[in-house]
């Protein structure tokens, strides 16, 4: 009997603990310092998200409360229409997208989850991050990010494989790969010799 009413108030312990942790940053959600610094600050229950094949991002997030980046960008040239394109529905409290300009950690703009109006703004050349804040949010859908038109890949991941491989020259990756044998008969080949 005594076993069970440690577990009931373990248990009813634990939910406090979790429905008060995510609301920690509830009375932040409108402060545009907190929004605009570039550190994570969030508690989240049941965070769920992946990058989708055609380079969306989905998300399944039971509760939220905070700002978090969701990806980084660079705009390359002044004058880029920035479009985010979101299929992200509120299932409880509160929640917004953010475009966060990274060099002055100013709100480049935002837009509320669900909103009806084009989620789109002209950028000037720079480091960008796609946020997203809550108030005690529930949410599930997609958000995509495509700049002048063109879907844009998440932490610039794509383009930095790209510009890699292209200053790779064909000498440099045959000189790679000698070492790379070398090394390899040289740590086998004294292993089989102490044998």
């Not at 005594?2 to 940053?25: D, E, I, P």
């Not at 475009?99 to 669900?114: H, K």
């Amino acid at each position: 009997m005594k076993k069970q009413k440690w577990v009931l108030l373990l248990a009813a312990m634990l939910t406090a603990f979790l429905l008060c942790g995510c609301s920690q940053y509830d009375d932040q959600y409108d402060d545009e310092a907190f929004l605009s610094d570039s550190a994570n600050h969030y508690a989240a229950i049941q965070w769920w998200g992946n990058i989708q094949k055609d380079g969306s991002y989905a998300l399944k997030v039971g509760s939220f409360s905070g700002v978090k980046t969701l990806g980084s960008f660079t705009v390359e040239e002044d004058q880029t229409l920035c479009e985010v394109q979101s299929t992200l529905t509120g299932t409880k409290g509160e929640a917004k997208l953010l475009v966060l300009n990274a060099g002055d950690e100013t709100l480049a703009a935002q837009w509320p989850l669900g909103s009806q109006d084009p989620m789109s703004v002209t950028l000037p050349a720079g480091k960008y991050d796609l946020r997203i804040a809550g108030k005690s949010a529930g949410f599930e859908g997609q958000v995509s990010l495509s700049l002048n038109g063109e879907v844009a890949s998440w932490d610039d991941l794509l383009e930095a494989i790209q510009k890699k491989i292209e200053e790779t020259t064909e000498g440099d990756l045959q000189e790679t790969f000698r070492r790379a044998a070398d090394s390899l008969q040289q740590t086998f080949g004294d292993g089989q010799n102490a044998a």
